[in-house]
């Protein structure tokens, strides 16, 4: 995500997401409030340790953590009468602006009125495609809208030969089938990565809640949005093709440069979530449901309506706030922001696209760590054990 605090940072940019983590809030909650107590007396207490996967910057990262810690503190008093010390970790790539975070940490006045922040904190820098901490180190682990972004595009959509290079376009939404299949394989590694390390991470009775991007079940890949208005109006699609179009057009880039560029992110259905999570083997699925939700109010809409001008570059300052890394990557800093020039321009000038209303689409799950599986790890263990001590009786 784009780092700093201007107008096209993340940090000024993430409404969809905190409205996501808004409409899923009382499922979190309620799966915190349904988890057993570790400790009963104050004597045997640790420290709980909770883990924001994907963590990026600003207000929304620091709620998240507020909101578990402040839940699960509520349940130790009531249920024990005493408050256990929180360990919180900030997890993303080493390229997030932690430094950003870091700031907002010590100015606790950014969320409420407390005077001190109400747990201890560390930034865990790397891929939650790997393993980010030790064997049994998590009671609570969350990622918020990051699962979406993959790993990496597929080798095969890179490689100008194979039938999945994805020309003409810079996503997979109506992509055709090679390209759609080479990103779904991807999807799916990624997935059951990500819960092959949570599984080691998290410990018996903890909880793992995820919240991504999705797609509604009765949608095939090639649809990532559903209806033909979010369709038309998601940032990632018909202004972002256009304004690269426009580059190429200008003789800025070649067409080569545009089809060598691609979004990694892919909206899972609650189908593939499941596979990947019984494939996995370490988790149960407790609750897990598809929403949508509106990508802003009515009222912020009939008031773009009247400033176009004003949307476009609103809009412009959203995906400079998710893409502009990857573009800037690609291109440079002077043509990467061109190509956001050209894209505000776009969105200014599509006076129709400002009467049409983009849904977002979210899958939420909450998984427990599968006891079952726990079960026949330690028998087996029990039997190696066993075992041992039937051969050394027999020595003697």
Known sequence: ???????????????????????????????????????RNKEEAQSLRIA?????????????????????????????????????????LPSNDFNSLFRSLSNPGILSDKKTKQYYAAGVPG?????????GKLHVA?????????????????????AAWNKGRVWIDGAKKEVVEAYAKQSE??????????????VQGGMLFLLMGGRPASQQPKNQLGDPDSRAKHPFTTSLDQAWQDLINEGLVDEETRDGFNIPAYMRSTEEVERAIKRCGGFEIERMEYRSMEEHSQEK???????PISYGRAKANLVRATLGPFAEAHLGPYLSHQLFIRFQNRVSSDIALLHKTCFYGVV????????????????????SYSHLLIIQDNRL
């Open 142 to 162: 969350v990622s918020l809208s990051a699962l979406h972004w993959l790993s990496q595009i597929p080798d095969a959509v890179l490689d100008k030969r194979s």
């Open 1 to 39: 995500m784009q780092g700093g605090d201007d107008d096209s940072s993340y940090a000024k940019n993430s409404e969809a997401p905190a409205s996501a983590i808004s409409l899923c809030r009382p499922l979190l909650l309620t799966a915190i409030q349904s988890m057993k107590v570790f400790f």
């Open 52 to 92: 924001d996967l994907g963590c990026a910057t600003g207000y929304n990262t620091l709620a998240t953590i507020d909101m578990v810690v402040d839940a699960l503190r509520q349940q130790y008093m009531s249920q024990c009468g005493f408050e256990p010390e929180f360990e919180a970790f900030f997890s993303d």
């Open 127 to 135: 891929s939650f495609y790997a393993r980010l901490f030790p064997r």
């Open 364 to 383: 939420c799950c909450v998984c427990y760590p599968n006891v079952t599986q726990i079960m026949k790890t330690f028998i087996r263990v029990i039997e």
């Open 301 to 307: 809409q009939k008031q773009w309506m009247r400033d």
């Open 189 to 202: 590694k990624d997935l059951e990565d990500f819960l092959s390390c949570r599984k080691e991470e998290i």
